[in-house]
């Protein structure tokens, strides 16, 4: 029986990647985007190209009624719930003298709290299953190496990955595996707007070029499928060797 997805934040770039990476691997994918007509556009280009089911669901990821509607989608078409990617996030820029409540408090909730809950309900239908599944956050480089105006934002992803690492002494127990990938600089349609993006950091990027979205996704592929099966707790740094030598950007 094929194995069922739940991507959250994947209507388009980093998260449309993975959704399509795994969907050409056969897999059955329940793509979650905040605009719900972006979550059905995605879903049906996905698979008319792999010819394998996927369904979109809209909201906001770290609703609880959203949580509950991915994952019962997931058991009553599919049977099963195999892998979450949970990479629906949130960036609100601002320094940290004049960073408000707000802003903190919403960063907080989608970063944080979403992904927090959808672990804990994913987790207990896996652990229901003999075969476990495998969870996927996603970081940033932000919580390696600092980044102006994005002191909470980065606060967040770090929180991710440390999460990952504490979720090792509950969950590897019931075979659920919890990793991190942590993008650095990618190409999306998002920074693709600014005209000295690629110029940039193909200059200050040891392999002198950003990642591409499918970069991203073959790292995360990678941690979600039986290929990954003994590791857990960690997260794979996708940035062309920038956090070795972190140069700024903004020079």
Known sequence: MAKTAIITGAGQGIGFAIAKKLSQKGINIILNDLEKSLAEEAAKSIS???????????????REEIISGMIDLAISDFQSLDIVVANAGITLFGGFLDYTREDFREVTRVNQEGTFFLTQAAAKVMSEQESGGAILFTSSVTAHSSHENLGAYSMSKAALEMLAKNLVLELAPLG??????APGATLTSRTAMDETYESTWSRITPLKKPASIEDIANAA????????????GQSLVV?????????SPYE
Do not use: Y
């Open 176 to 181: 659920i595996r919890v990793n991190t990938v």
């Open 239 to 247: 940035d062309g060797g920038w956090t070795s030598v972190s140069p």
């Open 221 to 232: 592929a990678f941690l979600v499928s039986d290929e990954a099966s003994h590791i857990t």
């Open 48 to 62: 008319s190209e792999t010819k394998h089911p996927v369904l979109a669901i809209g909201g906001d990821a770290s």
